[in-house]
């Protein structure tokens, strides 16, 4: 079945780099989803992206959809303390929602 | 408002023991799932339902069941705890059948079976 494989598992930056985390789908997708979960906390949804190729913005953080919809990427820019934790895509398959394994970002001071 | 909530947070289980995990949303959402995380593994789907009285298996059902008798509660039951059930467990809700609306998540289940 269709599956949403993410990379890399595990990153460490210095704080001020920069972090990408890479999202792919064995199939095309109607939308990709992005959510943060804090250490010791629960997913929180960040963006939802829809179009082919399409490219939002929030902050210091850049979301995009690969033109085949297979893909996604999360960029963060000159990362802080604050953006610690995990970070999931996810898709949908039939009724469901399936989650990415995450990329865990740690920052080093 | 608050959204989804989960309880316990926190249980302790013996093995063969019998348990159900509480969820409960009061944004009226006909979507509701429950995932277990274990470390390097991501989410992983149990159960989700699309609506009362309607209930599916996700990736991992094996040893939980599920029930939806009304649209906020979606309990799941342990019937025979085992410790490859330790994990943290997240029941999550969404406004339409899980396409395209956003997932919100209750505070997670962590559960210890000994």
């Known amino acids: 079945g269709q599956q949403v494989m993410q990379i890399p598992q595990y990153q460490h930056v210095q704080e001020g780099e920069d972090f990408t985390t890479y999202c792919n789908s064995s199939?095309?997708?109607?939308?990709i989803q992005w959510y943060k979960q804090r250490p010791g906390g629960h997913p929180v949804f960040l963006i939802q992206?829809?179009?082919?190729?399409e490219v939002k913005k929030q902050k210091r953080l850049t979301f995009q959809f690969g033109e085949a919809k297979k893909n996604s990427s999360l960029h963060i820019t000159a990362t802080q303390t604050t953006d610690v934790g995990t970070y999931f895509c996810?898709?949908?398959?039939?009724?469901?929602?399936?989650f990415g394994k995450g990329t865990r970002l740690h920052i080093l001071p | 408002n608050a959204g989804v909530t989960q309880t316990p947070k926190f249980q302790v289980l013996k093995t063969g023991q019998s348990m159900t995990l509480q969820c409960a949303q009061d944004?009226?959402?006909?979507?509701m799932s429950w995932y277990r995380q274990d470390p390097g593994m991501g989410l992983r789907l149990i159960h989700y339902?699309?609506?009362?009285?309607?209930?599916d298996q996700g990736e991992v059902p094996n040893g939980y069941n599920v029930s939806r008798s009304t649209t906020e509660d979606f309990p799941l039951r342990l019937l025979s705890a085992a410790p490859s059930q330790t994990s943290v467990y997240f029941c999550?809700?969404?406004?339409?059948?899980?396409?395209?609306?956003?997932?919100?998540f209750g505070q997670g289940t962590r559960l210890t079976v000994v």
């Open positions: 999550a809700s969404s406004y339409s059948r899980g396409l395209g609306t956003e997932a919100f």
């Open positions: 199939t095309t997708l109607s939308n």
């Open positions: 992206l829809v179009k082919s190729g």
């Open positions: 944004m009226n959402h006909e979507y």
């Open positions: 339902s699309v609506g009362a009285g309607i209930t």
């Open positions: 996810a898709g949908p398959r039939d009724d469901k929602i399936i």
